[in-house]
């Protein structure tokens, strides 16, 4: 199930969709809970790794509005309170604490909480949610959807929150007994550009991601009417989204690579586009430029892509002159770094040579075995999906390490495969698939949307639109099961599959079965279906790339040698049957 898979925890994507075509919300914003922790926060800032892997893009070229869907479920859904775990009826005797507030310290919050551990957060801000509050802006994300979401979690009780509170050493946390340590921190510091004129133009450059969160807290609302935005990634787009809603009316993002090379987000940048905002490629700054004391604009280098032998891409004068662009102010984003001044270098907790810890890439687990890390202070700047997988997988350390259990020592995943045959020709799915193609999230108008910085732009969609989009989903999670012992080899099932993915022909090996196929099998990528041995010699072997999981096979199939069967992953979480093993 490419989807599930895709998605860094595991989120049963065609199940909750389908959830929602049912018009059960609550159900699916659950499935949603238990995985990625924020549906609604999610469904509205997701970087979507799911949708790159979501079938239906192998048939048209959009593919299902999987992000979108999930906020379905958060804006209808009903009261949720009766459903989430209830606190601990006493304490299993453990104390952690998790240093930062953000969605790795608050998953593995969510984890263990209902495990019965005496939970400490501590955060340098007054409230919980770290990067998603302050760096995400308003208008993306309304601060009720973020009140609401890590409202859900400090109420599993067990949690005592230290806020306004900056840990400035780790020896001393640890010597204060707590049977471990989860550091979700974050990357907390946004990189400086030193290039001359900086020195002097300092009043008007700063930092993008420092800015965003000054926004965030009402510490700046205007900014020069003047704007250029220097870096591609997706918070050069918030900063200047963020810059014309309070007064920007020239903003420009300027930035060294080429538009496809940008780290934003497609769509990031489409918002940006449609909101005014141009986006110039190919500039590297040069210099700041200033006149008595007052930054006036960015000289840029003009450069051009060159590439060897080995498709290696490198940036090159372009021999056109430099360009100076005039402005009021400066934010630089040019990426985000970690930093750990606070963690003493003699406590068993060993540092790489780029300065970061040394993380374990499975249990999360650093050289100090009470210290576990997640999210941006693990491995560097991701986004909140790998933060609240990290969460999950640290939680379960965690948990295994304080029950003196071995971390290394991983839970499988369940699952299930459970035919869907509700009839000769009804299943409990709906495999009419649509023909639509993916529906747009309305949007405000812009007029209005530029004039406030926390008037959100997005409007999502309603019950109808997501209903449309929701049965636009393949169920690629009800699969076609094959029972070689029961076919007679009528080919029935040939005839009537409308994208021609099944073939019955001689054995072979897959290179020499691929082009012998009914329509030749394409994509590497994709393994081949193939059966045993049937009564002539022949195999049945089936294209899975092309498949439309619609169970046409199924209905014609007068043996019942084909069924279609519902695959459900589910990942093991801390304290959960076959999390521990004694």
């Known amino acids: 199930m490419d989807c599930q898979w895709a998605c860094p925890a595991h989120t049963p994507v065609p199940e909750y969709i389908r959830l929602i075509a049912d018009g ?11 995985s990625n922790v924020f549906p609604g926060i999610l469904g509205r800032t997701c970087d979507r790794p799911c949708e790159p892997a979501c079938r239906r ?6 593919p299902v509005a999987i992000c ?6 958060a804006d209808n859904k009903s009261d949720i309170h009766a459903r989430l775990p209830a606190p601990a009826a006493q304490s299993n005797g453990k104390r952690v604490a998790l240093v930062g507030c953000g969605p790795a310290s608050l998953t593995v919050a969510r984890d263990l909480a209902p495990l019965g551990y005496e939970l400490t957060l501590i955060d340098a801000e007054m409230k919980a949610g770290g990067m998603i509050r302050s760096q995400i802006p308003r208008f993306r994300l309304p601060e009720e959807v973020i009140d609401e979401e890590v409202g859900y979690i400090t109420a599993l009780g067990g949690m005592e929150l230290r ?23 974050g990357a907390p510091r946004g990189r400086d550009l030193e290039i001359p004129g900086r020195v002097e133009g300092a009043a008007n450059i700063h930092i993008g991601i420092d800015w965003l969160a000054n926004v965030s807290f009402g510490h700046i609302d205007k900014i020069g009417k003047r704007v250029i935005v220097l870096g591609g990634g997706n918070t050069a787009m918030d900063c200047c989204r963020t810059s014309r809603r309070l007064g920007g009316e020239d903003v420009k993002v300027i ?8 780290k934003a987000s497609p769509w990031e940048k489409e918002d940006a586009i449609h909101e005014d905002i141009p986006i110039i490629n190919y500039r590297v700054p040069k210099a700041f430029t200033h006149m008595d004391g007052k930054l006036t604009g960015v000289l840029f280098e003009v450069v051009k892509a060159e590439y060897d032998e080995k498709g290696r891409r490198r940036l090159v004068p372009s021999g056109e002159p430099d360009e100076h662009y005039e402005c009021d102010d400066v934010l630089v984003a040019v990426g985000q770094e970690n930093a750990f001044p606070w963690i003493e270098r003699d406590i068993g907790l060993e540092f790489n040579e780029w300065d970061m810890p040394k993380v ?26 790998w933060a609240v997988a990290h969460g999950h997988e640290a939680a379960v350390s965690i948990d295994k390490f304080c029950q003196g259990e071995d971390v290394s020592q991983r839970p499988a995943p369940d699952f299930s495969l459970i035919s869907q045959k509700m009839g000769i020709h009804e299943w409990s799915y709906d495999n009419d698939v649509s023909n639509d193609h993916r ?45 070689d012992s029961l076919c007679i080899e009528c080919d029935a099932c040939v005839d009537i599959c409308p994208m021609d993915c099944i073939t019955f022909t001689a054995d072979g090996e897959e290179a020499d079965l691929r082009p012998r196929l009914k329509a030749p099998a394409l ?60």
Not at 24 to 34: E, F, G, L, P, S
Not at 57 to 62: D, L
Not at 452 to 459: F, I, K, M, P, S
């Open 24 to 34: 059960r919300y609550t159900d699916a914003y659950m499935i949603n809970w238990k």
């Open 57 to 62: 893009g192998r048939v048209e070229e959009e």
């Open 68 to 73: 979108r869907l999930k906020r379905v479920a």
């Open 163 to 185: 806020f306004g509170e900056r840990v400035d050493s780790l020896k001393g946390l640890l010597d204060q007994g707590y049977d471990a340590v989860f550091v979700g921190s």
């Open 255 to 262: 930035v060294r690579s080429g538009f496809e090379e940008m």
């Open 360 to 385: 374990d890439e499975v249990t999360f687990q650093s050289t100090n075995p009470r210290v576990f890390f997640g999210g941006d202070a693990a491995f560097g700047p991701k986004n909140i999906i």
């Open 439 to 483: 529906f747009r999230v309305p949007l405000r108008e812009k007029a209005e949307a530029l004039k406030d910085v926390r008037l959100e732009v997005e409007l999502g969609f309603d019950q109808a639109l997501g209903l449309k989009e929701a049965q636009r989903c393949l169920n690629c999670d009800v699969e076609t099961v094959f029972a």
């Open 523 to 582: 994509n590497l990528e994709q393994d081949l279906y193939v059966s045993g041995a049937l009564p002539t010699g022949r195999v049945m072997v089936k294209d899975e790339d092309v498949c439309l999981h619609c169970g046409l096979c199924a209905e014609r199939c007068p043996t019942g040698a084909w069924d279609m069967q519902k695959f459900f992953l589910k990942m093991t979480h801390a304290g959960e049957a076959g999390c521990r093993t004694k």
